[in-house]
């Protein structure tokens, strides 16, 4: 039980900090700070409230960053702040109410969004049962994130359908899910091929949905061969259908077709993801799939909000401070790469806080990096325009110079300006309410 503890803090060290925590060389010289206050000051917004108010002046800041932009990227320092999910509400709603967006994309399991989508669009299922059962993040399982999900739900009831808010996930860490419907669906518009394959090594007594890190651990006991038997496989199950786009539409209808193409390459970059053994390309390949599963939502939604850690939706290369000399081009790169002027990047920023259950204290920002150069304009919640205009080459050079902002127990190392359009900051910060079964499993 203690190697098996020991594997998976150490895989969720690496992988998190890939995939969850935000760093940004720190080479940012010292700076006039009144010069920074003084134009920071100027070119942010002061938030009045973390609660849902139909007044929401206090975000007009939010419409002149956005613009035109049609896809919108909402990030966090960690998974688990409770004032950051709050705000990151405020700015849904203001998004769909005020500017007209229309769909919700968020870090969790893409196979598993289409029953969280019937929720909000049609009211089925149970909003508990669903939020427990969502594979690969227990971390969604909070009551922070149901009131997103509930508040969505009230929304798209009082909606026509071409106003209603669609939901997506976009990760790929819970293969067993996507395959479960892949196969459904090749019993129904291709039965011999279902047939043929059932006795097919997809490695489904190994993947554990619920818990991804099982899933790797499991993966890393075997063989170079066994893993090279399931990247064939997975390989031909996607080329196969990705070749019968034609009879399988025939049987079916286009978007069933493209959902079940997409879950296929979703399912098969998951298993290169666990075959894998260098650190570093395993957190690309993950963060490469969600930036084509992203692609995939916006061709089909007109403007669509993003929820995602820092890391990934960091418009430029960053490090992070365990692979400092690897600079990293996560799913935000990627996205800014193809869609260029129509996304914006709003990344998190918190300067102290504590976790009172769990005995966590996160002491002030240290002085100079972005959240405790934040922290010096002492103003409890704002947003922060960083492209608004400056005549000092001291802000110009912070800027555009490397720096730190913290995230989940690492650091990441960025520049601002080039990984984000914005930042909204929040002084103290405290922990999430996770949902009872969720609860459970963690302390398990």
Request: charged residues 25%; aromatic residues 10%.
């Amino acid at each position: 039980m203690k190697k098996t503890m020991l594997i998976i803090a150490l895989f969720s060290t690496v992988i998190l900090a890939l995939l969850i925590t935000a760093s940004c060389d720190n080479s940012t010289s010292q700076i006039n700070n009144n010069q920074l206050t003084n134009w920071a000051s100027k070119n942010s917004q002061k938030i009045e409230t973390l609660e849902l108010t139909e007044n929401q002046d206090d975000l007009n800041l939010l419409k002149q960053i956005v613009g035109e932009a049609e896809v919108v990227c909402l990030g966090e320092s960690r998974h688990d702040i409770h004032e950051q999910f709050q705000l990151k509400q405020r700015f849904i709603k203001y998004l769909v109410e005020e500017m007209n967006f229309t769909t919700f994309v968020l870090e969790a399991s893409f196979p598993y969004s289409n029953k969280i989508n019937d929720y909000i669009l049609n009211g089925n299922g149970n909003i508990d049962e669903l939020m427990s059962n969502m594979p690969g993040w227990f971390l969604w399982d909070n009551q922070e994130m149901k009131n997103v999900l509930i508040w969505i739900r009230e929304f798209n009831s009082k909606q026509k359908d071409e106003n209603k808010v669609t939901f997506y996930g976009i990760d790929i860490v819970a293969p067993n899910n996507a395959l479960e419907q892949i196969f459904d669906y090749l019993q129904e518009v291709d039965d011999t091929y279902y047939t043929q394959i059932q006795n097919t090594n997809f490695a489904r007594n190994i993947i554990e949905d619920n818990q991804w890190q099982t899933t790797f651990q499991r993966y890393t006991e075997l063989s170079q061969d066994e893993k090279q038997i399931l990247i064939t496989n997975y390989n031909e199950l996607y080329q196969h259908i990705e070749q019968n786009e034609t009879k399988y539409i025939a049987n079916s209808s286009q978007s069933e077709y493209d959902w079940i193409l997409k879950l296929s390459y979703s399912a098969r970059e998951a298993n290169n993801m666990f075959t894998e053994t260098d650190r570093i390309k395993m957190g690309l390949i993950r963060d490469n799939a969600m930036a084509s599963n992203s692609l995939w939502i916006k061709e089909r939604n007109e403007k669509i909000i993003i929820w995602a850690h820092n890391v990934h939706i960091a418009k430029s290369e960053f490090t992070m401070n365990m692979f400092p000399d690897n600079p990293i081009k996560g799913m935000g790169y990627i996205l800014n790469q193809e869609l260029k002027g129509k996304m914006v990047s709003i990344g998190a920023s918190f300067n102290q806080g504590e976790f009172q259950n769990e005995n966590i204290t996160f002491e002030p920002a240290q002085e100079n990096s972005i959240d405790g150069t934040l922290a010096k304009l002492k103003t409890e919640y704002f947003l922060l325009d960083l492209k608004g205009k400056s005549e000092s080459a001291e802000v110009k050079k912070w800027l555009n110079s490397k720096n730190l902002i913290r995230a989940q127990g690492f650091e990441m190392t960025c520049i601002p300006l080039k990984s984000f359009d914005a930042i909204y900051f929040t002084n103290k910060v405290s922990k999430v309410n996770y949902n009872p079964t969720t609860l459970e499993r963690l302390r398990n």
